[in-house]
Antibody, heavy 124, light 109 residues
Framework: QVQLVQSGSELKLPGASVKVSCKAS????????MNWVRQAPGQGLQWMGW???????????TYVQGFTGRFVFSLDTSVTTAYLQISSLKAEDTAMYYC??????????????WGQGTMVTVSS | QSVLTQPPSASGTPGQRVTISCSGS????????VNWYQQLPGAAPKLLIY???QRPSGVPDRFSGSKSGTSASLAISGLQSEDEADYYC??????????FGGGTKLTVL
């Protein structure tokens, strides 16, 4: 079935880096963009940006303000996997990170498939 | 502070009808469609309503959506205990961002 499976929880020291993976299966990976959404503890959903999986122009990530510099989206199309790397981790990066597929639905797009989430905890 | 405004909480008794509002602006809800997501406790969000009022396959018809101007609403009729969850509205903003509401925690009394 169509699914996104993310890597497991991470506990990191401040200043370290983390790389979260999102493995897609059950559909043509290159057909739909991959998005990243953050949810801080007890908070709402925040869109971080997206990356194109199109075989003609893979990569080319777009980052929302507030997620530039330390956040990097990447792909390995050979294994249909998207990655989120966060460097110089801070305590305020502690959150659940979701990958989500964006698909044309009706007159717009929607995130129809979500990963199960990866909890990143930054603590000394 | 979220771009879209939702009430932080809502509640109802089993069988009741409840509505959750979502207020935006001309750059998001006013010019683009609205999606709703349901997040059950400890789970990832799930697409509940897309394109203002359409249900993906498998979503019960107890759930319905509507949009008027710069506001949208999610209605749940015949409330059930398993509907207890957080609900988020979302829309594309013309500033080239997806924006979400702050979420509404629905309690089934």
């Amino acid at each position: 079935q169509v699914q996104l499976v993310q890597s497991g929880s991470e506990l990191k020291l401040p200043g370290a880096s983390v790389k979260v993976s999102c493995k897609a299966s059950g559909y043509t990976f290159s057909s739909y963009s991959m998005n990243w959404v953050r949810q801080a503890p007890g908070q709402g959903l925040q869109w971080m940006g997206w990356i194109s999986t199109n075989t003609g122009n893979p990569g080319n990530p777009t980052y929302v303000q507030g997620f530039t510099g330390r956040f990097v989206f990447s792909l390995d199309t050979s294994v249909t996997t998207a990655y989120l790397q966060i460097s110089s981790l801070k305590a305020e990066d502690t959150a659940m990170y979701y990958c989500a597929r964006a698909v044309p639905y009706g007159d717009g797009d929607a995130f129809d498939i979500w990963g199960q989430g990866t909890m990143v905890t930054v603590s000394s | 502070q979220s771009v879209l405004t939702q009430p932080p909480s809502a509640s109802g008794t089993p069988g009741q009808r409840v509505t959750i509002s979502c207020s935006g602006s001309s750059s998001n809800i006013g010019s683009n469609t609205v999606n709703w997501y349901q997040q059950l406790p400890g789970a990832a969000p799930k697409l509940l309503i897309y394109s203002n009022n359409q249900r993906p396959s498998g979503v019960p018809d107890r759930f319905s959506g509507s949009k008027s101007g710069t506001s949208a609403s999610l209605a749940i009729s015949g409330l059930q205990s398993e509907d207890e969850a957080d609900y988020y509205c979302a829309a594309w903003d013309d500033s080239l961002n997806w924006v979400f509401g702050g979420g509404t925690k629905l309690t089934v009394l």
